[in-house]
């Protein structure tokens, strides 16, 4: 599912407000766990799962092209954990 298609059903399943909304409401949401991640903060949605950040150490890498060693700086990197109940819910037998 894309962004506009989240803001589409969005709006379908909610008739009383405008698309031009939910279109701000989702950028607003997922600007916020985006500038959370950057402050180095954890987004926690109960139910659904976490955001963090975590740090990737300096390393030397090698370029698949020429096979010559490469240095990779350190990087923080968005990582996404699960909750439980999302688990669950993906796992559920269909019977």
Same mark, same amino acid.
């Given at each position: 599912?894309?962004?506009?298609? =989240?803001?589409?059903? =969005?709006?379908?399943? @909610?008739?009383?407000?405008? $698309? %031009?909304?939910?279109?701000?409401?989702?950028?607003?949401?997922?600007?916020?766990?985006? &500038?959370? =991640?950057? *402050?180095?903060?954890?987004?926690?949605?109960?139910?659904?799962?976490?955001? !963090?950040?975590? *740090? *990737?150490?300096? %390393?030397?890498? *090698? @370029?698949?092209?020429?096979?010559? !060693?490469?240095?990779? &700086?350190?990087?923080?990197?968005?990582?996404?954990?699960?909750?439980? $109940?999302? %688990?669950?819910? =993906? @796992?559920? &037998?269909?019977?």
């Amino acid at each position: 599912m894309t962004k506009s298609e =989240l803001i589409l059903r =969005l709006a379908e399943t @909610n008739p009383h407000l405008y $698309q %031009r909304d939910v279109e701000r409401i989702v950028t607003t949401i997922f600007g916020e766990i985006a &500038d959370a =991640l950057a *402050r180095g903060d954890r987004v926690e949605l109960r139910g659904f799962g976490a955001f !963090s950040v975590k *740090r *990737r150490d300096a %390393r030397v890498g *090698r @370029n698949p092209r020429t096979g010559d !060693s490469v240095r990779v &700086d350190e990087k923080f990197v968005p990582y996404f954990k699960t909750g439980k $109940q999302l %688990r669950d819910r =993906l @796992n559920a &037998d269909d019977e």
